[in-house]
């Protein structure tokens, strides 16, 4: 059922698409949470996706990018499902709370670059994606036709002499890709967040995965990829306050194995119950109290 809903997806979102009509003369249909996130071309594609699904978020847009940035906007405290169609639909409601609990506190640290702390988001949001487990473990799920990963990292003790920090992968249940390590080097929360990232693409290059999508409950990590990077290079790797990048060489690699993939960085809140994020962070736990190698 999920491979045919997949084929109903209109051609998924790039950077560089400045979104044609769609299939019925102009409009994209945008499902946020639904039985399949993505952008359809008619409303009866997105209907079959909504129709008394509990919670559903959706809207209909002229562009398709202006459809794939609903999709990927930034959440913000609780929301109402859109209903701006015209067609006749259900009701619904979506009031999702995407705070984090106060779990956190023990594995989660305030960013590193202080200085970098006002800063803007590019194609970053939370987007809780129904699972439904595949017959084979070995499949991978999809957002349109981009893969989807969940990574986490961790550290406990974080500044401490005794700190222990592990990444964490998630492709699936049972997924034979699924990992977890020990982080080599300064062991830091932010360091095992950008390195669980870095070890999603390198598993996703040895599966020749192209597109991907990488939820991770770090801002921190998305907007260094997404934002910071370009003007850090420029700064020769220099804060906007004139202080070195902490984690020049970390962020250096995640850069230099983007570089050839197209990436979704798609945000989630941390502990917050979303499945494949709390995989992630079980993982990234199991490799925190895994010995240095």
């Avoid at 560089?16 to 249909?29: D, K």
């Avoid at 609780?78 to 995407?98: A, I, L, P, Q, V």
């Avoid at 080599?184 to 192209?210: D, M, V, Y």
Wanted: proline content about 4%; hydrophobic content about 30%.
């Amino acid at each position: 059922m999920w491979r045919r809903i997949i084929a109903l997806i209109v051609h998924p979102f790039s950077p560089s698409s400045s979104g044609a009509l769609g299939l019925n003369g102009g409009m994209f249909y945008a499902v946020r949470r639904g039985r399949r996130v993505g952008v359809y071309g008619t409303w009866d594609e997105c209907n079959e996706q909504v129709h008394k699904y509990q919670c559903a978020s959706f809207k209909k847009f002229a562009t398709k990018k202006e459809a794939w940035a609903f999709i990927n906007e930034e959440a913000t405290g609780s929301s109402t499902c859109s209903r701006d169609f015209g067609e006749k639909d259900n009701n619904y409601t979506h009031n999702k709370d995407t705070s984090e609990s106060s779990d956190t506190r023990s594995y989660k640290r305030s960013y590193e670059e202080p200085s970098e702390k006002k800063y803007t988001y590019k194609r970053v949001k939370y987007t809780d994606v129904p699972y439904s487990p595949p017959a084979d473990k070995n499949e991978f799920k999809y957002l349109g036709d981009y893969t989807v990963v969940y990574t986490d990292g961790c550290c406990s003790s974080n500044g401490r002499q005794e700190a222990r920090a592990g990444t964490g992968v998630y492709w699936g249940p049972g997924h034979p890709l699924n990992n977890s390590e020990r982080l080599q080097g300064r062991q830091t929360n932010q360091r095992a967040e950008i390195n669980a990232a870095c070890k999603a693409i390198e598993q996703a290059k040895s599966q020749n995965i192209k597109k991907l999508a990488i939820y991770t409950d770090s801002k921190f990590t998305i907007n260094g990829v997404t934002n910071w990077i370009p003007n850090w290079k420029t700064n020769g790797w220099k804060t906007s306050a004139g202080k070195d990048v902490t984690n020049r060489e970390d962020f250096e690699r995640l850069a230099k194995l983007s570089e050839d993939m197209d990436i979704q960085w798609m945000h989630v809140p941390g502990h917050a119950g979303f499945p494949g994020n709390e995989a992630a962070d079980r993982l990234a736990k199991e490799g925190a109290g895994k010995s240095l190698s």
